[in-house]
Structure formats: C-alpha cells, structure tokens
C-alpha cells in the first residue's frame, strides 16, 4: 500500500471529524462513513505545483470561519496546509451561469481525479465563488455531500434557494439537478462524492 503524506492525512482525518459531526440524515451519514472508510486505503500520491486562478483573491475573506466551531476552524487549517499544492481549475459553463462565473469562480480537486491524491473512487474538493456568481446547473451520477464553509446559496432541483450557513450541511442524491450562488460574500464549500468506481 502507497502511504499519503502527513499534511494530507491530517486534512483528512479533519475533513471526516467535520463532515460527519455536521452531516443531516442518514443518507449523509451513510454516505460519509463509505467515503471515509473507502479513504482509509491511500490512492497514489501526485505531486503537484499548485496554481490559483483570480477568483483565489477571495479565499482568505471565504475562509473566515466563525469562532466557536473547533471542528471547521481546524479543517481550514489543515487545507490551508495542501492549499499551495492543489491546482485550482475552472469548470464548463452554461447558460444558468452567471455573466462573471468564468473568473468569478474557482474549484479544487483534492482526492479524485486530478488530485493530490489519483484516484476514481473519492472526490473530495471545494468551489470557492468570488461573490454575486452563479455557478451553473449540473448534475452527476455520483451521490454527494456538502459541507458548507461560508455564507451562500444553494438549490437542488426546481426548489427554493436555501442558505446551509457555516457549518451546513446537505445530500445530493444522484443526478439531482444542483447550484451554488454567493450573495455579497464570498463561498466556500467542501464536497465529496462517491463513485463506486474502483480507485
Ligand atoms: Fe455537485
């Protein structure tokens, strides 16, 4: 077995303390407890230069987790440690996007696929939005879990917009149609997705 280097098993043995302290539902739960165990076994290890996009500038003011919530506040810390060597990229766009979203937004794959870890079984990555942005409707095969870091909306299929707050939570079940959108703050969430792909 390949081992992970030491700041990214803190990041994710924080990751697992956050999400599942703050999960709603069994859907979530279950879903947490499968990724993190499938986690248990290290993908392989990439070593990457790290590069931001503009939409980073806003990542210290996204970060700002409320006083209070040991569980988040360390989570911040531990991926401001990866931070430098993760390669934040842009996603494709459509209509439902905003007019800003191309450098309005930016998303950072840790485990999964172009991660700092390789593999097909996990993603675990963030989006952070430069604020007023619409991210686009999308939607995928893959069951997710939303751990929320910012102030921000969110919707899942024709619903209302809701706002999860710092600390919130919420399960995507699959394919459901889904987006994110800042008000006048910046947003930053955690996601994390099981594949049932092998890793
Ligand atoms: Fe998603």
């Known amino acids: 077995m390949k081992g992970r280097n030491e700041a990214l098993q803190s990041f994710v043995d924080a990751a697992f303390t956050a999400f599942n302290e703050f999960a709603q539902g069994p859907e979530s739960r279950q879903s947490i407890q499968k990724l993190f165990s499938a986690l248990d076994i290290p993908g392989t290890p990439a070593s990457r230069a790290g590069?931001?996009?503009p939409a980073c500038s806003n990542l210290d003011s996204a970060l700002g987790v409320e006083a209070g919530?040991?569980?988040?506040?360390?989570?911040?810390?531990?991926?401001?440690?990866?931070e430098p060597s993760v390669e934040w990229r842009r996603r494709s766009s459509n209509k439902?996007?905003?007019?800003n979203f191309v450098?309005?937004?930016?998303?950072a794959m840790i485990l999964g696929p172009g991660g700092l870890e390789q593999r097909t079984?996990?993603?675990?990555?963030?989006?952070l939005l430069a604020p007023n942005v619409r991210y686009p409707d999308h939607d995928h095969s893959p069951e997710e879990v939303y751990l929320v870091l910012s102030e921000g909306e969110f919707r899942q299929g024709e619903g209302e917009w809701f706002s999860p707050g710092i600390g919130g939570s919420f399960y995507n079940v699959p394919n459901i149609k889904h987006?994110?959108?800042?008000l006048d703050n910046p947003l930053f969430a955690f996601w994390a997705?099981?594949?049932d792909k092998a890793a």
């Open 179 to 182: 987006a994110m959108r800042s």
């Open 193 to 195: 997705l099981c594949t």
């Open 96 to 99: 439902t996007a905003s007019d």
């Open 121 to 127: 079984d996990i993603w675990l990555g963030a989006t």
């Open 103 to 107: 450098d309005g937004h930016a998303n």
């Open 69 to 82: 919530h040991a569980s988040l506040a360390r989570l911040v810390d531990r991926f401001r440690q990866i």
């Open 51 to 53: 590069s931001r996009l």
